[in-house]
């Protein structure tokens, strides 16, 4: 497993712009599939992106598509989420996640590895 450290999360208007990292411990980065998560109060946790470990295949929830971009520097050991046009709705705990299953689900039990979380809060 990798210990995985979220940052990056805070206040921002509707309309704005948000980049979250995570750091990753470990050699074994790059084995990794790498994700995002969010939990809003009061819902379950839904997935929102995901990377393989080359960075050359990237998946995304219908409701970020087109607005979020997952990308991953291996050399850093580090996963990126950027978040343009964000939405009140948008607000939630984010969380980085890994799993070395390359056949993974986009869904809570398939990863294993979790981050703390960092808050992000979109205003109207």
């Known amino acids: 497993q990798v210990q995985l450290v979220e940052s990056g999360g805070g206040l921002v208007q509707a309309g704005g712009s948000l980049r979250l990292s995570c750091a990753a411990s470990?050699?074994?980065?790059?084995?990794?599939?790498m994700g995002w998560f969010r939990q809003a109060p009061g819902k379950e946790r839904e997935f929102v992106a995901a990377?393989?470990?080359?960075?050359?295949?990237?998946y995304y929830a219908d409701s970020v598509k087109d607005r979020f971009t997952i990308s991953r520097d291996n050399a850093k050991n580090t996963v990126y989420l950027q978040m343009n046009s964000l939405k009140p709705e948008d607000t939630a705990v984010y969380y980085c996640?890994?799993?070395?299953?390359?056949?993974?689900?986009?869904?809570?039990?398939?990863?294993?590895?979790w981050g703390q979380g960092t808050q992000v809060t979109v205003s109207s």
């Open positions: 990377i393989s470990g080359s960075g050359f295949s990237t």
């Open positions: 996640a890994a799993t070395t299953n390359a056949l993974f689900r986009p869904e809570r039990a398939a990863f294993g590895s």
């Open positions: 470990g050699r074994t980065f790059s084995r990794h599939v």
